[in-house]
T-cell receptor, first 115, second 115 residues
Framework: AQTVTQSQPEMSVQEAETVTLSCTYD???????LFWYKQPPSRQMILVIR??????QNATENRFSVNFQKAAKSFSLKISDSQLGDTAMYFC????????????FGKGTKLTENP | NAGVTQTPKFQVLKTGQSMTLQCAQD?????MSWYRQDPGMGLRLIHY???????DQGEVPNGYNVSRSTTEDFPLRLLSAAPSQTSVYFC??????????????FGPGTRLTVL
């Protein structure tokens, strides 16, 4: 069974600075997808960024980028130029190829933005 | 498009009562899923469906029933509610397309309390 581990229960960052959230996972599959979801106080789950395991190039979406290390099974999220709206729970998630209706989530990292 | 909608937003039940959490999507997505989120935990998969008439169990299916009579709707039934089912429930859907186009879209969640 796949597992996803987020080792940082809480983190804080100053506005305009950069923060990196860690995620490791365990799987025996060679092809899969990885995601970062943001959950603000409204509880809505919002997709931040996604990565296909067979792509070596790290995904980027505006201020968000990932460091994907397939051999190490690591998938960290970097948030640049942090903004107050970035305050949220961040969840790392794994899905097998062709099966993202069966996401496996980590326990989350609570990110607090300090003005 | 309304996206993925869930009703009710909040519900309080007594132990032993039954109820149905409603989920609907207007994006013509083939795949739909139910997750629960407990404090300090990521989302965990309860049941999922890959099309009308087809359902399967996820990680934590005990105490829940589902059916999929139409593409649009995927209700989750609690036959005899227990305090352990106190949680926030999320419904999600996605297209059957392969690749990163198959990212899930989440509903706003239902907060259920069982006394």
């Amino acid at each position: 069974a796949q597992t996803v581990t987020q080792s940082q229960p809480e983190m804080s960052v100053q506005e305009a600075e950069t923060v990196t959230l860690s995620c490791t996972y365990d799987t025996s599959e060679s092809n899969y997808y990885l995601f970062w979801y943001k959950q603000p106080p409204s509880r809505q789950m919002i997709l931040v960024i996604r990565q296909e395991a067979y792509k070596q190039q790290n995904a980027t979406e505006n201020r968000f980028s990932v460091n994907f290390q397939k051999a190490a099974k690591s998938f960290s999220l970097k948030i640049s130029d942090s903004q107050l709206g970035d305050t949220a729970m961040y969840f790392c998630a794994f899905s097998p190829q062709g099966g993202s209706e069966k996401l496996v989530f980590g326990k989350g990292t609570k990110l607090t933005e300090n003005p | 498009n309304a996206g993925v909608t869930q009703t009710p937003k909040f519900q309080v039940l007594k132990t032993g009562q039954s109820m149905t959490l409603q989920c609907a999507q207007d994006m013509n997505h083939e795949y739909m899923s139910w997750y629960r989120q407990d404090p300090g935990m990521g989302l965990r998969l309860i049941h999922y469906s890959v099309g009308a008439g087809i359902t399967d169990q996820g990680e934590v299916p005990n105490g829940y029933n589902v059916s999929r009579s139409t593409t649009e709707d995927f209700p989750l039934r609690l036959l005899s509610a227990a305090p352990s089912q106190t949680s926030v429930y999320f419904c999600a859907s996605r297209r059957r397309a392969s690749g990163l186009k198959d990212t899930q879209y989440f509903g706003p969640g239902t907060r259920l309390t069982v006394l």
